[in-house]
């Protein structure tokens, strides 16, 4: 697994693979396969591939270290930065869809609705994220600054659950929040188990 | 199932009408899951036949009717309506069926009635979306003895000129043109006269959320989205398409207005 992980066509892989979910929506949307509610089709589909690819950069370590994979490290970037961009284009997609770029609309929608001001902040903290995702940033941030800047992913983890927590709230069903609920609980717990009651190996 | 065009003023719009795949695919009918593409995949287990509907309450002739009995009770209407969902989405149907009225006065209610309570279908072997507790099964509505007897409220046994699809509540129905939709029960079993307002089914729910009475109102906010426009499906322009400003009373205001009236309807939402 590690010598696949390294090979050189492991990373356009992986790129090809999560862009083809949003070529499939864009491919979808040209062509009205998006059923009743376009709109309302293409926002909920970019959320869901968003939480989907942060499921999966969380998956990472817990994967180096358990099924012993380290060459795993050299994919996390990407994907964390594929979570910015589904994230990214699901906000642009509200922004546009549902409020029609008008700003004053978007800023009272962020006051009056909890979960969308929780759904831009999980944005926010992946912009800092993606925008210090580079080697340089690294250097210019410290070592030590920059990896706790980009813990903030565990706040990202939490929020996103509580963005789809409250807007599912309103049809009062929690089965598929649930789902993702289970597993970045599972994928943060186990950082916190290995925190607390190491094994020996480091759990970096 | 064939209707005349209605005469009643506000009943034939002439905006243009949902496509029928639209209106008969995406759907509300939690009975069947709460995801809008479940009761079309779902609902084909409904039984619609045979089906009573039981008339019952403060009123001086309480009957069972069949539903070949209830389908000759009055002559068939086509009505064109907006259909405004409390999510924020609309359409536009052409619905078959006649005015409640028809009903009520041949159950003659007794003076003491204020209220009519409608008990929809909840059968746990052919609905399988009663297995979760989203809400309160069966599920229940109702309306001011006034609103049950306007003449825009109707009775509906079919649209597009067909009888009900299941998934659209058949094969019997209210539809109250001016309320968000959820306020119109489908696949009707029971209706109460009652002189206290009927406890209904989201209001239990979520009593600060969806109100008795729901009245399509754009300036009355539901308290976690705005309520001022509105997503017509199927508009012109897609994705693109902008969305419509919300009327009051779903655009009904001329018709319907005057049941409200002198009420603060920011109390009474």
């Known amino acids: 697994m590690n010598r696949w992980l390294l090979h050189r066509t492991a990373k356009p892989l992986l790129f090809v693979l999560w862009s083809l979910p949003v070529v499939w929506l864009f491919w ?58 589904y994230a990214s284009l699901h906000l642009l997609a509200y922004a546009w869809f549902d ?32 925008g210090t995702s580079f080697n340089r940033a690294i250097r210019a941030l410290g070592a030590a600054r920059w990896r706790l800047l980009h813990r903030s992913v565990y706040a990202v983890a939490c929020l996103a659950v509580l963005h ?27 950082r916190v188990w290995e925190r607390w009651w190491p094994k020996g190996h480091l759990g970096r | 199932l064939a209707g005349a065009s209605s005469a009643l003023p506000g009943a034939s719009t002439v905006e243009k009408v949902t496509a029928y795949e639209h209106a008969s695919t995406y759907n509300n009918f939690y009975e069947f899951g709460t995801d809008k593409s479940d009761p079309v995949a779902r609902a084909k287990s409904l039984k619609t036949s045979p089906w009573t509907v039981s008339v019952e309450g403060l009123v001086n002739k309480p009957r069972t009717y069949g539903l070949e009995e209830l389908l000759k009770l009055a002559p068939m209407e086509e009505r064109i309506y907006r ?20 009903l009520i006065r041949a159950a003659q209610p007794l003076g003491s009635a204020k209220y009519v309570e409608f008990v929809t279908q909840a059968d746990r072997d052919t609905m399988p979306g009663l297995r979760s507790s989203v809400l309160l099964w069966p599920y229940v509505e ?19 000129g067909e009888v009900l699809p299941n998934q659209n509540g058949a094969p019997v129905r209210l539809v109250v043109p ?29 009593p600060q959320e969806y109100g008795f009475f729901s009245n399509v109102n754009p300036d009355v906010a539901h308290p976690r989205w705005s309520q001022a426009t509105e997503r017509r499906i199927g508009e012109e322009g897609g994705l693109l398409a902008k969305r419509r400003k919300t009327l009051m009373f779903n655009g009904y205001e001329p018709q319907v207005g005057q049941l409200y009236a002198g009420m603060d309807l920011r109390k009474f939402f």
């Open chain 1, 164 to 190: 789809f927590f409250w807007m599912r709230s309103g049809k009062n069903d929690f089965a598929e929040v649930g789902v993702y609920a289970v597993l970045l609980a599972l994928l943060l717990g186990w």
């Open chain 2, 142 to 160: 109702g309306l001011r003895l006034d609103e049950a007897m306007h003449p825009l409220t109707l009775l509906a046994f079919g649209m597009y």
């Open chain 2, 83 to 102: 259909l405004r969902c409390v999510e924020g989405w609309s359409m536009v149907v052409p619905w078959v069926g006649y005015s409640l009225g028809a």
């Open chain 1, 99 to 130: 409020m029609g770029f008008e700003w004053r609309e978007v800023l009272a929608d962020l006051a009056k609705r909890p979960f969308i001001l929780v759904g831009f902040l999980c944005w926010v903290l992946l912009l800092l994220m993606a």
């Open chain 2, 178 to 206: 001016w309320k968000y939709g959820f306020k119109s029960g489908k696949s009707l079993v029971k209706i109460r006269f009652t002189d206290k307002e009927p406890r209904t089914a989201w209001n239990i729910a979520a």
């Open chain 1, 28 to 85: 979808a949307a040209w062509n009205d396969q998006l059923g009743a509610n376009p709109a309302e089709a293409l926002i909920r589909s970019l959320g869901d591939w968003t939480l989907r690819a942060l499921v999966l950069v969380l998956l990472v370590t817990p994967l180096r270290v358990m099924a012993g994979w380290p060459a795993l490290a050299r994919l996390r970037r990407m994907l964390g930065l594929f979570v910015f961009f």
